[in-house]
């Protein structure tokens, strides 16, 4: 069963020693006993802050794998979706919401599941607020 929808401002965060804060850490450790879903463009946002990292030096490759098999352990799926669906609702909450088609696709997951967002992401909490969509939180 999933728990809840995971953003790429979570993910990276893990990836990162200077990125590190309680809440993303939080929702890694739920997942030792949750599932959580992810929008289709989550992986695409993982990899490009990998590949940028990267060529800036922050990272190296080594390190970019060891993260990309720590991502392929967890219970994190990614939601198919039809071009349809995801071009009208996307586009129609990023509107709606003033977000990037990216953080709308996260937001309109979570509309559509009925589940809390987990994301460090202020404008994305916002207009998850503004939706009536909850974000995650350790308690539940």
């Known amino acids: ?16 020693d200077d990125e ?7 929702v890694l450790g739920s997942l030792e006993t949750t599932a959580a ?5 989550w992986p695409l946002e993982v990899a490009n802050v990998l590949v940028v990292a ?11 794998q060891r993260f ?7 219970p994190i799926e990614v939601h198919p979706v039809s071009v349809g669906e995801c071009l009208q609702a996307v586009l129609d ?19 559509d599941r009925s589940l ?7 404008p994305l909490r916002r207009a998850a607020e503004a939706a009536g969509v909850s974000i995650w939180s350790p308690e539940g």
Do not use: C
Not at 37 to 41: F, I, N, Q, T, Y
Not at 116 to 122: C, G, K, R, S
């Open 93 to 111: 909450a990023a509107r709606r919401h003033g977000l990037s088609a990216y953080d709308a696709s996260y937001l309109q997951l979570a509309m």
């Open 116 to 122: 809390p967002l987990a994301t460090n992401d202020l």
């Open 37 to 41: 879903l992810a929008s289709p463009v």
């Open 54 to 64: 990267e060529r800036k030096g922050r990272i190296g490759i080594a390190d970019s």
């Open 68 to 74: 990309i098999r720590l991502l392929e352990a967890l």
């Open 1 to 16: 069963m999933t728990d809840f929808v995971v953003d790429s401002s979570v993910t990276m965060a893990w990836a990162f």
């Open 20 to 26: 590190d804060d309680d809440y993303a850490n939080q």
